[in-house]
């Protein structure tokens, strides 16, 4: 140690020995009354009316809070008529009128006491845009501080014209380091808070300097950082120290004692800033409670024994070092409320009584939102994580306590040798980071593993991240690597993130800062908006109000509550939201950040319902197949399909608009027929050489489905791909007693509960799908849709036709004799006779009465007579066909007459069969299929 230095010390340590030997008690005592709170967040000053009114800063909100006597609040206001208060520091009442010191505006508005703005007064700049913090009104005019130049300037209120400044940075007499708060004496004597210099100045109403109450220390009549000060008509200061929590008296420039409570306690606040007095209370902004504690003061006399002589505080002497290390000064005694893990140049505290708006206004981000997980702010009986128990790697330049946990030192420092700035915000650039942020490099110091250069353009991420290092700029050209792909990130970050903090690097790429805040952000984990509203500002194309705007752009819907909780990897989800699905850490590789290796089992966490392994369970539950393996592979939207999944059909953010975020139209059949070309008909014609149910039809009249009106038939006529009827092959409704035939061919459903419902005549019989009855149905035991074996007949799948009949038959004939014949399904009523004439005939009868069979076995009025032109195997009765609705049921089975079985009229009288038969027409009807009735050697022509 050097003579000077051992010098200096002996000084210091004989100060504090007279010091310790004094004895110390505080002068006067107050008694709390009650507090004024009405959500306030981080205010910082507080002025009292003539009629004892309180009028409250609430910095945060950038609101004026007016209380009542009894602290209850009245009115609260602060919209200009330009643009609303932001980050204001203090506010002062004058001539019916509040004055406000709206820092981060650089201005001071004018408000009447109703809360209408009035005017609002620019303020000149030097080296720096002036940064009012501090007000005081005398006269005409009004006197503020100016944080940002280190001066104190005199404005006239109703001009709004400067008319002088003094001041400049530094610790000599009328020089400042960041003054602050201003109060002023019966004589017009300006008393300002010079923050880190821990003094109060003093100055004429000209700015002439009249020497500083007070030093800087740590000790009682010292200040460590001086913020709020008001003056009583006796001439006593009150002076709030933001650090230490203490307001100090003092009276006639010499230190009287400290605040104290009724019993001789010293109180203490948390972050105290503005001061106030009204009669016998005093006000004081608690802003790390974010209220304003009011007490009543007691009798305040003189403590001779407080006293601390000028010699006696020459030293320690304001020591830049010991501005933050407080640990350095001579006889330091650690406080009770440190923490007992952090050094005290770290401490939450030491960090906030700078960033509160005193020297740096940090409330925007500080005590507000999320903060980076450190010591400071642990949970109250939460244990230190070891470095096994982490994620994140903390190896590298990072101090940390315990070698576990980060503290604010563990990233900033004012020791850091960088020649540049460090920071990422414009007009903060100086964060005084260990090393710097400007490209996200501090970030990825500890998290390595959320970053992910690789990934560019439109890429999956190849490490399972949100991709860094996306540029933010217009592409050289449609579809370059490493641009974005939204054209709306093509101008750079979107502006709300930037409003709220996020920022790109300098190479217009993202970084981490692109969608974290470290201090006040708005959303978990350190998101700079809510998670749910985050994705949206860089993802508009996948973003919707509801349900009905998600249709409409052809997307999945966000932000719908869920009927349910459901559970998607161990978390529980209420509601869908991006997060429910995508994972911008963390998620498995070659996913679109998705957790799931294969994207179904993610869809079937919310939609069990439409879920299917395999035919059988999708039959079970009325949907589409799922997970089953076609035979060959097809190409759906360039994309070629070997096995079904969602996402065969599905493009949950790409879909074609006015769909459920489908990857084809449907409305039409586009997309179903991609896989089930079979089933696909261009018209009647098509349908009929296919053997399919025709599609693409307009119907004569339109029939009343479930809840829709059908005029054209497509495929979603009859099917919900999702939302099928349990146990049918995913139809809009029950289809094995003909429910669903039945809205189009009413007509034909009267077979049922006739000799040709096979469910009751034949019940274990199959047709040619081998399909039983009770599995086919009423219809679909002779009918198939999409499968029909003989294109001639109308969707056959029946028995099998004979391979050679007894007589000349046509395939229409066949169709009935496949039933009636021997060892078939109606071998108790064998047809053998059933052939007549047609050659070198001219046949004609009404098709609507008598159908005959034309040359492509289609019902025509010209032709030959075929089975169908007498029968009709949907109704028993001729005398039902006039009826509505369905035949009468069966309660046994009936012989046939040739009045019914299956006929179209009860006799041939008026039908075309007159015309060749005369008086024989009768007896030819009735016998028709009998061997007695026909001639035994008629030479029939054919």
Not at 419 to 424: K, L
Not at 493 to 516: D, F, K, V, W, Y
């Amino acid at each position: 140690m050097s003579l000077c230095c051992a010098k200096h010390h002996l000084k210091v340590v004989v100060w504090l020995s007279l010091l310790f030997l004094l004895p110390f008690k505080v002068s006067g005592s107050a008694t709390f009354l009650f507090d004024l709170s009405d959500d306030l967040n981080q205010p910082s000053a507080v002025s009292i009316l003539p009629d004892g009114r309180a009028v409250v800063l609430d910095g945060l909100n950038g609101r004026i809070v007016l209380f009542a006597n009894d602290g209850s609040p009245q009115n609260a206001f602060g919209k200009t008529k330009v643009k609303p208060l932001k980050l204001p520091m203090d506010l002062a009442i004058a001539n019916q009128q509040i004055i406000v010191a709206d820092s981060g505006n650089h201005r001071l508005v004018l408000f009447d006491l109703n809360g209408d703005h009035l005017s609002s007064l620019p303020l000149p700049s030097d080296k720096r845009p002036a940064e009012p913090t501090g007000l005081v009104v005398l006269g005409s005019d009004v006197y503020w501080s100016d944080r940002g130049n280190h001066r104190i300037c005199r404005t006239r209120i109703k001009t709004g014209e400067t008319l002088q400044c003094w001041g400049k940075y530094g610790e000599d007499e009328d020089s400042f380091r960041f003054p602050f708060m201003i109060t002023a004496d019966a004589d017009e004597y300006l008393h300002v808070v010079d923050v880190l210099n821990g003094r109060i100045q003093l100055f004429n109403n000209r700015g002439r300097a009249f020497g500083a109450i007070s030093r800087f220390g740590t000790l009682p009549g010292t200040l460590l950082r001086p913020n709020g000060i008001v003056m009583d008509d006796q001439g006593q200061l009150f002076v709030s120290d933001n650090h230490q929590g203490h307001i100090s008296l003092f009276r006639h420039r010499r230190f009287v004692g400290r605040l104290a409570d009724e019993v001789g306690q010293s109180i203490r606040f948390d972050q105290p800033v503005g001061l106030a007095r009204w009669q016998d209370r005093l006000y004081v902004v608690e802003m790390g409670k974010n209220r304003v504690r009011v007490f009543r003061l007691n009798q305040l006399g003189e403590d001779a024994s407080a006293q601390i002589t000028e010699q006696q505080i020459t030293e320690p002497s304001r020591k830049n070092c010991v501005t933050c290390h407080l640990s350095w000064a001579p006889g330091y005694i650690p406080d009770q409320v440190e923490h007992p893990l952090i050094p005290p140049v770290a401490d939450e505290r030491m960090c906030l009584s700078c960033h509160h708006g005193a020297v740096i206004d940090s409330r925007a981000a500080l005590k507000r939102g999320h903060q980076h997980p450190d010591l400071h702010h642990l949970d109250a009986g939460q244990p230190l994580k070891s470095a096994a128990e982490r994620k994140e790697s903390f190896a590298g330049v990072m101090p940390l306590i315990d070698g576990n946990t980060p503290y604010c030192g563990s990233c900033h420092t004012p020791h850091a040798k960088n020649e540049e700035d460090t920071g990422i915000h414009p007009g903060h650039e100086n964060a005084w980071m260990r090393q710097s942020n400007k490209d996200g490099d501090l970030c990825i110091l500890c998290h390595e593993a959320h970053q992910n250069s690789e990934a560019v353009g439109d890429a999956l991420p190849q490490k399972a991240n949100h991709p860094l290092g996306i540029r933010l700029q217009q592409p050289p050209e449609e579809g370059a690597k490493g641009y974005a792909k939204e054209r709306v990130l093509h101008k750079g970050l979107p502006t709300t993130l930037e409003q709220h903090g996020g920022r790109i690097a300098e190479n217009s790429e993202m970084m981490c800062e692109s969608c974290h805040r470290l201090h006040g952000a708005e959303g978990e984990p350190l998101l700079l908006l809510k998670r749910s509203e985050l994705c949206a500002e860089c993802h508009p194309r996948q973003e919707t109000a509801d349900k009905e705007a998600a249709r409409h752009k052809g997307i999945h819907p966000v932000h719908e509550k869920l009927e349910q909780p459901i559970t998607i990897d161990g978390r529980k989800v209420t509601s869908v939201e991006c997060g429910s699905c995508h994972y911008p850490h963390g998620a498995l590789a070659d996913t679109p950040l998705l957790n799931v290796s294969k994207t179904e089992q993610l869809c079937q966490a919310c939609h069990e319902k439409q879920h299917a392994n395999g035919r059988e369970e999708a039959r079970e539950k009325g949907i589409h197949p799922m997970n089953v393996k076609l035979e060959k592979p097809v190409r759906i939207n360039n994309q070629e399909i070997s096995e079904i999944g969602c996402e065969s059909c599905h493009s949950v953010h790409e879909g074609r608009p006015d769909t459920p975020s489908l990857v084809m139209e449907i409305k039409a059949g586009e997309l179903c027929v991609v896989c089930h070309p079979r089933q696909h008909a261009e018209d009647k014609e098509d349908a009929r050489k296919k053997g399919v149910h025709p599609v693409n039809m307009t119907l004569d009249e339109a029939v009343q489905i479930g809840e829709r009106q059908i005029k054209q038939v497509d495929c979603l006529t009859c099917h919900s791909v999702h939302g099928g009827k349990p146990h049918t092959p995913s139809l809009v409704m029950k289809y094995q007693a003909g429910e669903l035939c039945e809205k189009c061919h009413e007509a034909q459903v009267k077979v049922r509960d006739t000799d040709h419902d096979l469910r009751i005549t034949a019940p274990k019989s199959q047709n040619l799908l081998e399909e039983q009855p009770a599995h086919a149905g009423l219809c679909g035991s002779c009918h198939s849709l999409h499968r029909g074996k003989d294109g001639g007949s109308p969707l056959y799948i029946g028995a099998t036709p004979p391979a050679d009949s007894k007589e000349p038959s046509s395939k229409r004939d066949r169709i009935c004799l496949s039933c009636h014949q021997e060892k078939s399904v109606a071998e108790k009523v064998i047809v053998d006779h059933y052939d007549h004439p047609f050659r070198d005939l001219v046949l004609r009868s009404d098709p609507k009465v008598l159908p005959l069979l034309d040359e492509k076995e289609s019902n025509a009025a010209f032709g030959r007579i075929g089975c169908i032109t007498c029968h009709d195997p949907h109704q028993w009765s001729p005398a039902e066909a006039e009826k509505k609705g369905l035949s009468p049921v069966q309660t046994e089975n009936k012989k046939g007459t040739v009045l019914n079985s299956f006929l179209r009229r009860v006799g041939p009288k008026g039908t075309f069969c007159v015309d060749c038969h005369g008086l024989e027409t009768a007896v030819r009807w009735k016998y028709f299929h009998n061997k007695r009735g026909r001639p035994q050697q008629a030479d029939y022509i054919r």
